[in-house]
């Protein structure tokens, strides 16, 4: 695809379920970066992918959070045991990885409400 | 520690003037510094980049900004502001080295007609 895919784009879950999101990157990207962004507040970076590096993983606010990205390309963010402070906007985005100043292209979101 | 601050939670503009958005950072290398926009109902848009060089840079839609390492800030400014630009503004910080890039609490700019 032409940009970078999310999904699902809204997602209602249980408090005490296990979710799982999807981020699809732009083909040829190696970096690939995940934020939450909660109502009224700004981006909260949670972790970054870049190449075959060991992914920075120190925005994760709980061990309730993982992520993975497989072949280096398809990302899942996985949050187990939802609660509901975890509702908000998932975004992914992804850049070219090269120099480090590329800009990030980013997703529409996920939407995750915790009821 | 790294941090991106953007002190103004809104900004109200009215169309035809200047406007200026804040951002300052803190950081103990160089940084490499963003701007990004995100409209109603949109995704988030790159707006420009300082990277080296010439402290006041272009980018899309008019806008442009000015980076003061004195000061550590890099305010987004745009001559004529547009009803149009009514948007959420965030400030982003990248530091050489590294890939980790983050944002500050973003700005609403509203401008009126």
């Known amino acids: 695809g032409a940009g970078v895919s999310q999904s699902p784009s809204n997602k209602v879950t249980e408090k005490g379920k296990d979710v799982e999101l999807r981020c699809d990157p732009i083909s040829g990207h190696t970096a690939l970066y995940w934020y939450r962004q909660s109502l009224g507040q700004g981006l909260e970076f949670l972790i970054y992918?870049?190449?075959?590096?060991?992914?920075?993983k120190s925005g994760l606010p709980s061990d309730r959070f993982s992520a993975e990205r497989t072949g280096g390309s398809v990302s899942t963010l996985t949050i187990q045991r939802t609660q509901q402070e975890d509702s908000a906007v998932y975004l992914c985005?992804?850049?070219?990885?090269?120099?480090?100043?590329?800009?990030?292209?980013f997703g529409s979101g996920t939407q995750l409400s915790v009821l | 520690a790294q941090s991106v601050a953007q002190p103004e939670d809104q900004v109200n503009v009215a169309e035809g003037n200047p406007l200026t958005v804040k951002c300052t950072y803190s950081v103990s290398g160089n940084p490499y510094l963003f701007w990004y926009v995100q409209y109603p109902n949109r995704g988030l848009q790159f707006l420009l980049k300082y990277i080296t060089g010439d402290n006041l840079v272009k980018g899309s839609y008019g806008f442009e900004a000015e980076f003061n390492k004195s000061q550590t800030s890099f305010h987004l400014k745009k001559p004529s502001a547009l009803v149009s630009d009514s948007a959420l503004y965030f400030c982003?910080?990248?530091?050489?080295?590294?890939?980790?890039?983050?944002f500050g609490a973003g700005t609403r700019l509203f401008v009126k007609a």
């Open positions: 982003a910080v990248r530091f050489t080295g590294g890939f980790k890039t983050i």
């Open positions: 992918f870049q190449g075959n590096s060991a992914p920075d």
């Open positions: 985005a992804s850049s070219q990885g090269g120099q480090g100043n590329e800009k990030l292209f």
